[in-house]
């Protein structure tokens, strides 16, 4: 196996979606035994200046979406963030996922040297496609996913690191 | 910038651990102005069953390590878990990034087909270098940076996104 844009990024995105939907599967049936309405965790968060459960899963689901659309000519789906519940959380996953196996490997090749302009709040910088996926989507979509779980073990979801690292064979 | 084993992870690493660092720093100034114990945010953690603020540093700086270990012949530093302060803590950052900024580029070269067998509890999986590091390691790295700084913004220590990141250009 060996290295490329597509490999480094697409693949990693979809099994992050995995861990997702399985933390979302744990949520629901905790919040079914606990008699505990769906919206509490939904709504769960760390501090009061960081996004809630479903933040987490809708920015975790653009950053993947506009790391294609950054880096290749394909045009990205809009999603809005309406999602209120468990299930329709776990929609946005699914229909994020079916839209990255959309995309081909070849559909990312020669995207290292592609120029990306990121640009909020103070930060305004240029990266090329190699600097933006290791530097920025990397880190960031794991923020969502890790946060995503720190949210549910912190309400007392039993969810572990096996849960986050996924089936790895 | 063209990808390669030593590019996917090593500056990666000391790019995340430039972060923990800022972040000890904001635990610190964030401890003398109110007064805290440090030993309160050192030990501080999200779940019962997580790693404190500590723990999550430890499996940061052994994240980044035992990736040079198993997929080099360096033979890697050891460093004892026996941080309790934020300074101890900083130090332990600073010395793992001594160790990295060593590691050249040409000694991960070839390592893509290297396998490299993870055994713990219930998991036990083989897998070549590059499914090693973005299956296994980046998820793994990312989990305990986000944690800790997910800690510190739970116990109200004034850190973002844009602290998370790092520098980007």
Redesign the interface.
Known sequence: ?????H??SV??FI??FAVLSSLIDKAEAFAAEKKIDQAVLVNAR??P??LPFAGQIQRASDTAKATIGRLTTIEIPKFPDEEQTLGELRERVAKTVAFLETVDQSALEGS??KEVT?SA???K?T??G??YI???V???F??H???AQ?IL??N?VQV???D??GP??
Chains 1, 2 share one sequence.
Do not use: Q, W
Request: net charge positive.
């Open positions: 196996m060996s290295l490329s844009m490999k480094i693949p990693a099994r992050g760390l501090a200046d960081m290292e040297t990121l709040g103070p930060l910088v990266l090329d190699v600097e290791l530097k920025f990397l880190p960031n794991y923020f996913v890790t946060t720190n073990r912190h007392g572990g690191k096996l986050y690292l790895l064979s």
